[in-house]
């Protein structure tokens, strides 16, 4: 039997453990990215580790997320993380430069690698052809060290293409189909390989952005095959030397295979709260919208930002719209400069923002009250947006256009003909926003920066035979971390102060969790299905971790959080009968029995002192993964000379 592109991948890159769906693997990691968000803490742990320098073959440091600067706060942290990046043999992506996952598509990412992010938005690199999976800043510290990846070996999907899209028709309806079919638990432990005639018809940057959105089915990765389109883009970066061509066996086989017709979809448009809730633009149209918002690592590529100033170009928007738009990097903002493009844009009225992830992550831009906000982004989790009732739908930058033009939800495919738009030959390479690592003699002398913002983290329990603490929140279905730990233009520039981050820690869902946490020392959380979906914050677990949670128990978990609960040291725990999530009420009295022995049975009994009702709970660790919860944490595994 042939393999897929990722089983060669992954066979290439196997440190331990077998190509068998559900068993632990172990990957040599090539390639690391950080963002700001998550690289502080990232970098402090990196030190911790003691290691001189990373042992990659290239790690990139980018600065894309809290550029707001509204206090020292970020401007120190970037101090600290290019401090840290010239010490110890990074490359480091200054602010302004752009959002990391479009610029290592640009400049780094190479077909057949294996790259981790702390960024759930990773796999974006998958349009290229590399193997590239979103992490928790802790084991991107490892791998950093040299040190392996460990996952659950995914199951394998296919999305079969055929035909062609059609003029207004756009990769990302493609992301919001594959999710209308699947829902966001529907790529749960798989790896989403995209084939078929019809990956032909896509550039580079078209593909990214349908891997980009891979991470919203809860996939552990999105891939496309290197072929002949791969090459001429590598070409056009200056990089075909960086190009190999790889593709699946013909006899690969998959655990399950979808088809997907090009030329038969419409614009679609993700409707609030979730990215999976999908209808057609048609269906909605003549909604009247107050605000759009253009860019992301979803939709900011130059292909992208051509297209729209070629619909600006002569036309003002609407009066009772406001227009954001975020070029995704410096490569793409000079060029559009350099051809007249920018100046299309701005003509239109619309705001220019720096090529950063901006309003995606809530930094500013957020909508007024209540307010309808068209964004080509890939998340419209509540509250991100920065405003609690903000009505976000998630679009294609021509459907962005079509509204931001009409003042309505409007199907872009009515708006006339679609106007030519050509992608240069070659791209404009300019790397002087990139700084390379000082060489290892200098970087011996080199001191790191560290500004008062920079507070300890945290450090993971011993576990002991027995957990008795109350159940202090009890939640639902599709939890995701930005319920769990909010970002936002007020809170995200703490991401290094976990006692300052934990107070609006669940503030989402219930404003007194952080205070009535602290008061009961320690206690669990129970949650539905799919529970930690979204970003990969190991902040989502340090923080609870800090207030004294000790085990999370839900019906299901999104993988990289999973990760970031074991190796903050907190138990995540599953029902063995979903039911019994029905049997616990917040304020119960709970005791987990016999965890040692649970642990190797596979199954612990959480039972309500009070009452005496009994559910009993997967844990399904591997020996590794025992091992991290036993001591408390990655980190102390890790200090025991453990990779
Ligand atoms: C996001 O899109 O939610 C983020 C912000 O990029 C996060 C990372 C973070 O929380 O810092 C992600 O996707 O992992
Ligand atoms: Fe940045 Fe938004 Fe992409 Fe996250 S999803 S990396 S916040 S642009």
């Known amino acids: 039997m042939g393999l897929t592109l990722a089983e060669k991948i992954i066979q290439n890159h196997l440190v331990s453990g077998e190509l068998k769906p559900g068993s632990e693997i172990a990957l040599r990691i090539d390639q690391t990215l950080t963002q700001d968000a998550t690289g502080t803490m990232a970098y402090l742990e990196f030190e911790t580790m003691g290691v001189p320098r990373v042992r990659t073959e290239c790690s990139v440091a980018y600065i894309d997320h809290n550029t707001l600067q509204s206090g020292f706060e970020n401007a120190d942290d970037h101090k600290f993380i290019q401090s840290m990046a010239k010490k110890y043999g990074l490359y480091f992506s200054r602010p302004g430069n752009g959002i990391c996952h479009q610029v290592h598509l640009e400049r780094f990412g190479k077909p057949g690698k294996t790259l981790i992010g702390s960024d759930s938005h990773t796999p974006t690199g998958g349009g290229i052809g590399m193997l590239a999976l979103g992490a928790g800043g802790l084991d991107v510290a490892v791998a950093m060290g040299g040190g392996a990846y460990f996952i659950t070996m995914p199951k394998m999907y296919k999305v079969n293409l055929t035909g062609k899209l059609r003029d207004f028709v756009t990769a990302k309806d493609v992301s919001l189909e594959i999710l209308r079919i699947l829902s966001v638990k529907g790529g749960v432990g798989a790896i989403i390989e995209w084939g078929g005639e019809g990956v032909k018809t896509l550039s580079v940057p078209e593909r990214a952005t349908i891997a980009n959105m891979g991470t919203e089915l809860g996939a552990t990765s999105s891939i496309f095959p290197s072929d002949e389109v791969t090459r001429q883009f590598l070409k056009a970066q200056g990089r075909e030397e960086d190009f190999v061509a790889l593709a699946s066996d013909e006899d690969a086989e998959y655990d399950r295979v979808i088809d997907i017709d090009l030329s038969a979809l419409k614009p679609l448009i993700a409707c609030p709260h979730s990215p999976d809730n999908v209808v057609t633009v048609e269906s909605l149209k003549g909604k009247k919208v107050d605000q759009v918002c253009i860019g992301s690592c979803t939709n900011s590529s130059l292909w992208d930002m051509l297209k729209v100033a070629a619909l600006l170009k002569g036309k003002v928007i609407h009066p009772e719209v406001s227009l954001s738009i975020s070029p995704g990097s410096k490569q793409v903002l000079s060029m559009l400069a350099d051809c007249g493009a920018l100046s299309d844009i701005i003509a239109s009225g619309a705001r220019v923002l720096e090529c950063a992830c901006g309003p995606c992550i809530g930094m500013g831009f957020s909508p007024n009250s209540g ?273």
Not at 455 to 479: M, Q, R, S, T, W
């Open 371 to 643: 307010g309808v906000s068209l964004r080509t982004f890939n998340r419209n989790f509540e509250g991100r947006s920065g405003v609690a009732d903000g009505q976000i739908y998630l679009v294609s930058p021509e459907t962005a256009v079509a509204a931001a033009l009409t003042g309505e939800i409007t199907d872009p495919g009515t708006m006339g003909s679609f106007p030519k738009v050509e992608m240069p030959k070659q791209f404009k390479i300019d790397d002087r926003a990139i700084l390379p690592p000082a060489a290892e003699d200098e970087a011996k002398e080199l001191s790191i920066f560290r500004g008062p913002n920079i507070k300890p983290f945290p450090e993971g329990h011993v576990l002991e035979d027995e957990i008795k603490a109350p159940l202090i929140l009890k939640v639902g279905d599709n939890i995701t971390t930005d319920h769990i730990m909010p970002a936002g233009a007020k809170i995200l520039p703490y991401r290094s102060n976990i006692p300052f981050l934990s107070q609006f820690c669940f503030g989402v869902c219930d404003k007194t969790f952080a205070e009535r946490a602290q008061a009961a020392g320690q206690s669990i959380v129970i949650g539905g299905s799919n529970y930690g979906q979204g970003s990969s914050r190991e902040h989502a677990a340090l923080v609870p971790l800090y207030l004294g949670v000790r085990a999370v128990v839900a019906k299901s978990f999104a993988r990289i959080h999973a990760a970031n609960l074991i190796n903050a040291g907190i138990l995540p725990l599953t029902f063995e009968n979903p039911k019994d999530y029905e049997l616990f009420s917040q304020g119960d009295g709970l005791i987990l029995q016999d965890i040692f022995a649970g642990m190797d049975a596979g199954k612990v009994t959480m039972v309500d002192e009070n009452t005496g009702k009994r559910a009993v709970l997967l844990c399904d660790f591997t020996e590794r993964q025992k091992k991290i919860l036993k001591l408390g944490g990655l980190l102390k595994y890790v200090g025991q000379g453990n990779k």
